[in-house]
């Protein structure tokens, strides 16, 4: 039994490699894809500790080489399900009774393994099973993987301590327990570091999980599980279940002991999940907490004074790194008449110097889209954008899927800012353009606000002070992460919470110590030294 009290040092985030030519890391992550790509493994369900092989199976491909097999998955049902729960449930038993040093130090271990020994193994893994670049792999995968461990970790300890004033006579106290039941996370195809944060920091609390990876980021999920259990994650803590949606959601949904969802992923989804919670509302031992991150139509607003060459290099990356495939990439902008002419001309001038194809290949810029479904939905918007009569694509618009799922950075200039591209998310990298007259500043800002029902990023460009101020007040409810001169994505951990409002989320700040709040449930109790002997106050007395 514990007798003391313990501190863990504030974290600081984790560096990141380079990459350069001639580098020791470069060298080591090369050997380290060629060493994975080698191979073909078999992932199966973890449950109980345990690997279980259901027999249906699908295959586990590179997006910029689909003929390119690099393993395969067993799929997870009912019946694996609901062993999951009961499992989950009586790990809770010990695991919620753990003390908490105990149980941040298997993610501080975990986080030092990916970002020590496993730290090529974490890039590549990502690398080639969702076409990430070195670098949108290692600030991910890696760097922010470790950061949500850590800082959660130092976060928790800080929850702890919040402890209510004690009058003389009395102690009182808060504690915070896990919640009553099991969580379920579900995490998207397009970043490691939240597939991994989404089940861990409910876990990290005291929670039992059942975790169902995206099937298109499978490979990489099924490493980080294992980094999890060499840190010493107990049996039954976190259940790895693999498989389509309504197989592994619609049995956890139902369970009486559902008691909190982590999601990232479509609007649809979320809003299906939501409404199944509330149709089984009688059926649970407890209100389920739901925290969810959805999607995007995030814009770059510049004013007629912003710094026009590192606009266009904010665009450009903003929108075209990872392939356009991150909630928080620019999607939509707003250029002022003034500006479009030298604006536009020097983006299409530096978009067409991109490079897309393999990533193994370090000169590109961009590897692939996730999966064909995805593919036939972003050319799709493309081949709109080419028949429309008041649009123009004025930068890429090709793509090729013969050997892996590649679309090439596209610009389109709409003279309609409700144009199709510019209200629905494409999460592709398409960049839809809209100028307006400098004279109608306000008014774009209006439009700005209210052209997508979505609010998670946005971006302000001025050099005007005047300026800056305005739109950020006019767009105060526009975007949960809001970005001044800069691009509106790559949050950090502990610098940037991340998430958005409106059709963009619950707003519950990955990233941040309100997080966690969302998976404790607060007791709180007072102690009296000397209770009292009589029943009677004193007003009650004679005159």
Avoid at 229 to 235: N, R, V, Y
Avoid at 248 to 263: I, K, Q, R, T
Avoid at 362 to 387: H, L, P, Q, W
Wanted: net charge negative; charged share 25%.
């Amino acid at each position: 039994m514990s007798n003391a009290y313990f501190e863990i040092r504030e974290p600081i985030n984790e560096p990141y490699l380079g990459y350069a030519p001639g580098s020791a890391e470069r060298a080591a992550l090369k050997e380290r894809l060629k060493e994975l790509k080698s191979e073909e493994i078999e992932i199966p369900a973890i449950i109980n500790g345990e690997e279980v092989k259901t027999g249906r199976t699908a295959d586990v491909v590179m997006p910029h080489n689909h003929a390119h097999k690099l393993g395969t998955v067993h799929y997870c049902g009912e019946k694996e399900v609901n062993q999951a729960i009961e499992g989950a449930l009586e790990a809770q038993k010990k695991w919620a009774d753990t003390p908490w040093q105990d149980r941040v130090a298997i993610f501080l271990r975990a986080a030092d393994i990916i970002t020590g020994p496993e730290r090529f193994t974490m890039n590549a893994t990502t690398m080639l099973a969702q076409s990430k670049t070195p670098q949108q792999s290692e600030i991910e995968a890696v760097g922010e993987l470790a950061d949500f461990f850590r800082f959660n970790a130092w976060y928790l300890t800080k929850i702890y301590q919040d402890q209510p004033y004690s009058p003389d006579g009395m102690w009182n106290r808060v504690e915070y327990r896990p919640l009553e039941g099991f969580v379920f996370a579900v995490t998207p195809f397009n970043f490691t570091a939240i597939a991994g944060n989404l089940p861990a920091a409910p876990a990290m609390c005291g929670n039992v999980v059942l975790w169902k990876p995206s099937p298109e980021s499978i490979y990489s999920s099924w490493y980080v599980m294992q980094v999890l259990k060499e840190a010493g994650l107990p049996d039954g803590v976190i259940q790895f279940l693999p498989g389509e949606g309504a197989d592994v959601g619609d049995p956890a949904l139902a369970s009486e002991h559902l008691s909190g969802l982590h999601f990232t992923g479509s609007v649809g989804t979320f809003n299906h999940l939501w409404k199944t919670i509330g149709n089984n509302i009688e059926k649970y031992r407890t209100y389920p907490r739901i925290v969810g991150e959805t999607g995007g139509k995030d814009f770059i607003f510049a004013h007629k004074s912003a710094d026009v060459d590192r606009l266009v290099i904010a665009a450009l990356r903003g929108a075209f790194e990872y392939q356009g495939q991150k909630c928080s990439a620019a999607s939509r902008m707003y250029v002022p008449k003034s500006l479009w002419p030298e604006f536009s001309d020097k983006l299409v001038a530096e978009v067409k110097k991109i490079k897309v194809g393999d990533v193994e290949d370090f000169s590109n810029f961009m590897g692939a889209v996730i999966s064909r479904k995805a593919f036939e939905k972003i050319t799709g918007y493309i081949d709109y954008a080419k028949e429309a009569k008041d649009a123009e694509i004025i930068a890429g618009g090709t793509y090729d899927s013969s050997k892996g799922w590649f679309v090439h950075p596209t610009v389109i200039h709409t003279t309609d800012p409700h144009f199709k591209t510019m209200e629905e998310e494409i999460f592709g990298p398409v960049l839809t353009v809209y100028v307006y007259e400098d004279k109608d500043f306000e008014k774009t800002l209006d439009l700005c606000d209210n052209t997508s029902p979505y609010a998670l990023t946005g971006a302000i460009w001025a050099r005007d002070r005047y300026a800056l101020k305005q739109m950020a007040d006019r767009l105060r409810q526009s975007a949960g992460n809001f970005y001044i001169n800069d691009k509106p994505t790559a949050a950090i951990v502990n610098q940037q919470p991340f998430g958005g409002a409106r059709k963009s989320g619950t707003n519950d700040k990955a990233g941040s110590m309100v997080n966690l709040f969302r998976w404790l449930s607060m007791r709180s109790m007072k102690e009296t030294y000397q209770a009292p002997l009589d029943w009677t106050y004193p007003y009650m007395g004679k005159e």
